[in-house]
């Protein structure tokens, strides 16, 4: 007969913890600790060599958490002991198991019985555990992740240079309120101060790309009559500094992306994906390393679920608090969903459309945006399940068919048992949310 261990791995910085229990959710092997070290890894082949000796016909479902990075070693190893053993490994959401854990009301969080709480996910949640025989995206998931780091450099010297902007050349921030931009960089490394600008001529300054004759009489008498307070020595080369570091890092992205796009087989969900006007290269392999497998997903609430952009609310008796997207699970995926949603409303018609309708409606902005973000996924849901690329006309058609569920509807259901009894001891809030039910048409 069959059998079926669940091993859970609880990984912390250079070493991890290892539980396994059978499908009862009795421990089969006591907790063992084990180094992220050649030596810790060829001990974990050993031993998993030995416990299929142990069993026969054993099948073993391996799971470690995504803790950023430190699970990657042990995830790689277990890929490469398939060849030999008959295992499955997955990666789990540590929010999920987190959530599993509180339901046993155990006190005690250590890492040993972490790993245990791991392997009891496996057994009782298998459905929303993807199993995965080799490793998805290993390659692109590589160079993604270090286009990532690229970026969040760059973004913390575009965070400095602004900064000292503020006191070195207050003038041009005016101009950079959607970012800094390449003319803007480029005058900056060659004019790092408004001192600099002021003293300049009109002519160099429209050399530079993007910058017109008219622009650079304007940047000439702005800098002349600057307040600007840092106009030192130090200032300027730090500024220069800051400017060519950023330039180093635009290049080295962009190659970067030029690597994931040609020197990397991906797979037919990227460009399912990249049909949507938004979804480039870079967010569609992040957003399928964060998917993983659409079958992990039976609907788009799931999906949703999943990226933390569902609406959480709470009714208790007359009151009801403020709808706010919930936020719960891993940032990233988020991050990368509201890039895609912040281009989506300034460039794709289809997305601006939806977008000016909200706000129309009276929508904040910001809740306006998460509408979109929650838009955005469904039809991303909808590309992936069905492997089709993005179509307006099929969004606007499920629109129409979409059945439009009554509040009287609601409340019959709610209320089949027993009708509203006028004699109720109710709040006038209460009474008066029932006079106005009575009114909807049947």
Avoid at 221 to 248: H, P, R, Y
Avoid at 278 to 285: C, M, R
Avoid at 319 to 348: C, D, E, W
């Amino acid at each position: 007969m069959e059998k079926q261990h669940y091993l859970g791995i609880d990984v912390s910085k250079g070493y991890a913890d290892f539980t396994i229990l059978n499908k009862e959710k009795t421990i089969v092997e006591e907790n063992f600790q084990l180094d992220d070290t050649f030596e810790g890894h060829q001990q974990l082949f050993n031993f998993l060599k030995t416990h299929f000796a142990t069993y026969s016909k054993l099948t073993l479902y391996c799971a470690v958490e995504s803790t950023g990075g430190y699970e990657n070693n042990w995830y790689n190893s277990l890929h490469k002991y398939q060849s030999v053993m008959n295992l499955f490994v997955a990666r789990l959401n540590p929010l999920g198991v987190h959530h599993s854990s509180k339901a046993t009301l155990n006190r005690i969080t250590t890492d040993k019985e972490s790993a245990k709480n791991i392997a009891e996910y496996l057994i009782s949640y298998p459905e929303k555990v993807d199993y995965q025989r080799e490793p998805f995206l290993s390659t692109a998931k590589r160079v993604w992740t270090f286009i990532s780091l690229l970026k969040k450099q760059k973004t913390q010297l575009y965070n400095e240079l602004e900064s000292i902007l503020y006191i070195a050349n207050p003038e041009i921030i005016p101009y950079c309120s959607d970012g800094l931009r390449v003319w803007t960089l480029k005058l900056l490394e060659k004019y790092p101060t408004a001192k600099h600008i002021a003293r300049a001529k009109v002519e160099s300054i429209s050399k530079i790309p993007y910058v017109s004759k008219l622009r650079a009489t304007e940047l000439v008498e702005n800098a002349k009559n600057s307040v600007a307070s840092g106009a030192d020595e130090t200032t300027k080369e730090i500024i220069i500094s800051l400017v060519k570091q950023i330039f180093s890092l635009k290049m080295n992205i962009d190659k970067h992306l030029k690597i994931l796009e040609s020197n990397i087989d991906l797979p037919n969900e990227i460009e399912i994906l990249k049909s949507f006007d938004g979804i480039g290269t870079y967010s569609a392999v992040g957003l399928m390393l964060e998917i993983g497998s659409m079958e992990r997903f039976n609907s788009s609430k799931k999906l949703a679920s999943f990226f933390g952009i569902h609406p959480a609310y709470r009714e208790s008796g007359d009151g009801k608090s403020t709808v706010r997207m919930s936020k719960k699970g891993r940032k990233q995926p988020r991050h990368i969903l509201f890039n895609v949603t912040r281009y989506g409303i300034a460039h794709n018609e289809f997305i601006k459309n939806i977008y000016a309708k909200h706000l129309k409606k009276g929508m904040a902005k910001k809740a306006a945006m998460g509408a979109i973000m929650h838009k955005i996924l469904r039809i991303i849901y909808g590309m992936l399940k069905n492997r089709k690329s993005f179509d307006a006309q099929i969004d606007r058609n499920n629109r129409i068919k979409i059945r439009v569920v009554k509040l009287s509807s609601q409340t019959t259901s709610k209320r089949r048992l027993q009708p509203h009894d006028s004699m109720a001891p109710i709040s006038k809030r209460q009474a008066k949310n029932r006079k106005e039910k009575e009114l909807l048409p049947k």
